[in-house]
């Protein structure tokens, strides 16, 4: 431990929550140098929606290396991104009717969101984005510009602009009909809003508190955008990927965005990558005008292929997913009703689900104590206010039944803490 204080700088983060050295992973336990196990409910953020070294993925890894297949290429044509996008096209592009272009934009999720955003503008002409309240979407400034939350925006240094920012579902009272405000403001030539060249949303706002848009509001949107002329970009780093049930989180409510960014899970074995896709009339890309030099890391290219093969060519894994979130949240619905006093309750979408307290001090109370027994978790929303479920989607039932046991004891102890009888 002392060797990271004194040299690994004081950005850190998430190990200041568990503060002991990890080694070992397999599925959905983590080990700690000791040899301590640990249930994973955090599954890099996820990053590791098929487990840890998954063996039928890693077996495709090692024997890639093995026979000294070309690992590193830019964006030169290899086997391994052929073999990727073919099966891209077959199990994930064709059966749902999408007509899209793939775009490797680097490695990280805010890789996809940066070409998204340039893309955008430079199709429409036009510089504003419509972002929306407690949304994330990455750390670079273009991305951090379309991201609520102030704590990581004053990281910047810079001010961060051209940026209009919406009320998300729910955000307002309930009552207020869906997009009124925006509406107004695009309706009315003296509102003061330029007109946007995009909105960006996450259908699940995964940092931002697992605020999970409806099917209705989602549909809105989309609408909204077509008759105003607006594109529609989905971020889909954190939910998509099966982590809702479906591989695109908004299969569900029925839309087509027209650019989606994808990264955490499509290589499946949480290695290095990202997408950005879009419409094919979008692709106004003059050749190398977005580029970088991890755009063809192949290894993450022959896990993502494997990962495609193995658990998309039909839909009965997102049928589990569904069937394993539904379990969860009525677990998760039960822990809630034994505390009214401190406003329980329940969050999300297939296996994105999260235990929020208007109490804001519980959830991360919630999470420490999960931590002392043995399960990692992670908190969310502007306050931390929300313990946060992010299992691998292969966590078996008994390890989840397992998870939640130990989450609704940590609840018990951190309630009793907040309010001592
Ligand atoms: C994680 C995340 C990003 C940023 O990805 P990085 O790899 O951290 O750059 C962007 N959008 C969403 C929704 C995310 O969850």
Redesign the pocket.
């Known amino acids: 431990m002392e060797t990271f204080q004194r040299l690994e700088s004081e950005v850190r983060g998430y190990c200041r929550n568990w503060p002991v050295v990890f080694d070992k992973a397999l599925g959905s336990h983590v080990y700690d140098e000791n040899g301590r196990p640990y249930l994973d409910f955090f599954a890099g953020?996820g990053s590791l929606n098929y487990g840890h070294n998954n063996p039928e993925l890693k077996s495709s890894l090692i024997e890639y290396l093995t026979d000294d297949r070309i690992v590193h290429s830019l964006d030169a044509y290899s086997v391994a991104k052929r073999e990727f996008l073919e099966t891209f096209e077959e199990i994930i592009l064709k059966p749902r009717g999408l007509d899209y272009k793939v775009q490797f934009p680097g490695p990280?999720?805010?890789n996809a969101?940066e070409a998204a955003l340039k893309l955008a503008r430079k199709y429409t002409g036009r510089q504003t984005i419509v972002n929306f309240t407690n949304g994330?979407?990455?750390?670079t400034l273009g991305?951090l510009a379309v991201t609520g939350n102030s704590m990581k925006r004053g990281g910047a240094g810079v001010p961060l602009d051209h940026v209009a920012t919406m009320p998300f579902d729910n955000y307002l009272d309930g009552q207020t009909p869906d997009f009124l405000w925006l509406r107004s403001l695009l309706e009315d030539s003296g509102s003061g809003l330029d007109k946007p060249a995009a909105v960006i949303v996450?259908t699940v706002q995964?940092?931002g508190g697992i605020n999970a848009a409806s099917a209705g509001w989602l549909r809105g949107l989309s609408e909204l955008c077509r008759e105003y002329d607006i594109l529609m970009i989905v971020?889909d780093?954190?939910m998509g990927c099966g982590r809702t049930g479906d591989f695109f989180s908004f299969e569900e409510a029925g839309i087509t965005p027209d650019i989606v960014t994808l990264?955490?899970s499509i290589s499946g074995y949480g290695l290095p990558m990202a997408l950005t896709l879009f419409k094919r009339e979008l692709d106004v890309w003059g050749p190398g005008e977005h580029n970088g030099t991890f755009r063809g890391f192949n290894p993450a290219m022959v896990t993502g292929t494997e990962t495609l093969r193995r658990y998309w060519s039909d839909d009965s894994f997102a049928r589990a997913t569904k069937a394993k979130g539904d379990m969860v949240a009525a677990r998760l619905t039960e822990i809630a009703g034994e505390f009214p006093q401190v406003g329980a309750h329940v969050r999300g979408r297939g296996l994105a689900r999260g235990l929020g307290f208007e109490d804001t001090s519980i959830a991360k109370r919630v999470a420490a104590e999960s931590f002392e027994r043995g399960l990692l978790l992670e908190t969310s929303g502007p306050e931390d206010e929300v313990a946060k479920l992010l299992p691998a989607l292969t966590t078996t039932e008994e390890e989840l039944t397992a998870g939640l046991d130990i989450m609704a004891d940590a609840t018990r102890a951190a309630v009793k803490v907040a309010q001592p009888v």
């Open positions: 953020a990280a999720g805010n969101v994330f979407h990455g750390m991305a996450e995964g940092e971020d780093i954190q990264s955490k």
